[in-house]
């Protein structure tokens, strides 16, 4: 079965910092999406980014950058320059193509504190 | 993209009642999830909800306790019954698009008194 692992339970840096949440998966799948969510204080889940797994290429997005590396099954998510509107709790999850019925298979999130 | 709503936002019901949760789509899709998020935990997929079909049940979570309905493409419901405070959970469904973007509503706060 799928799983997604993030070990870093908190995580707090003064504003500007650049900071990276980890992410690691295990699949027996070899097609397979992952998945990146913001969950501010409010609530909601804001999704961030998707990549599928024949696309190792690194992404960057404003000062937000993925790297995707199937060697070591991880998709880590790199801040830069840190804003307090940063702070959130962010997960990271996995569905594998053929199990489309299952739904995403989340990490247990990672809590970001952003100082200002 | 998609946009999902659900109502209603939030709740307080007392033990033994039942709640049910709209989850309303912008679009037509064939996936919808239902999940379910603990106090300070991480999500949990109760349900897949296909028009159509019966909704498929993750372990842990049974029909009578989680009913669930897909009367067509773009609306599903989840219904909470004879409720207890270890229910008070956020509860977010979700809808999957072909491109394997899945999207969520804003969610569901239940608390259970």
New interface residues.
């Given amino acids: 079965a799928q799983k997604v692992t993030q070990a870093q339970t908190e995580i707090s840096v003064v504003e500007k910092e650049d900071v990276t949440l980890d992410c690691v998966y295990e699949t027996r799948d070899t097609t397979y ?1 992952l ?1 990146w ?1 913001k969950q501010p204080p409010s ?3 804001v ?1 961030l980014i ?1 990549r ?1 797994s024949f696309d190792e290429q690194n992404e960057i997005s404003g000062r937000y950058s993925w790297n995707f590396q199937k060697s070591t099954s991880s998709f880590n998510f790199t801040i830069t320059a840190s804003q307090v509107v940063d702070s959130a709790v962010y ?1 990271c999850a996995l ?1 594998e ?1 053929g199990g ?10 990672t809590h970001l504190i952003i100082q200002p | ?1 998609a946009v999902i709503s659900q109502k209603p936002s939030r709740d307080i019901c007392q033990r033994g009642t039942s709640l049910t949760i709209q989850c309303q789509v912008d679009s037509q899709v064939t ?1 919808m ?1 239902w ?1 379910r998020q603990q106090p300070g ?5 109760i349900a ?1 909800a ?1 028009q159509g079909s019966e909704a ?1 049940y993750e372990s842990g979570f049974v029909i009578d306790k989680f009913p669930i309905s897909r009367p067509n493409l773009t609306f599903s419901t989840l219904t909470v019954s004879n409720m207890s405070p270890e229910d008070s959970s ?1 509860y ?1 469904c ?1 809808v ?1 698009l072909d ?6 509503g ?2 569901t ?1 239940l608390t259970v008194t």
């Fill in positions: 999406y998945f969510y609530g909601e889940l999704f998707r599928n997960f569905i193509s489309g019925a299952d739904g995403l298979t989340f990490g247990k999130g | 993209s996936m999830f999940y935990q991480s999500l949990t997929l897949t296909n498929t956020i977010l979700s999957l491109s394997y973007e899945q999207y969520f804003p969610g706060r």
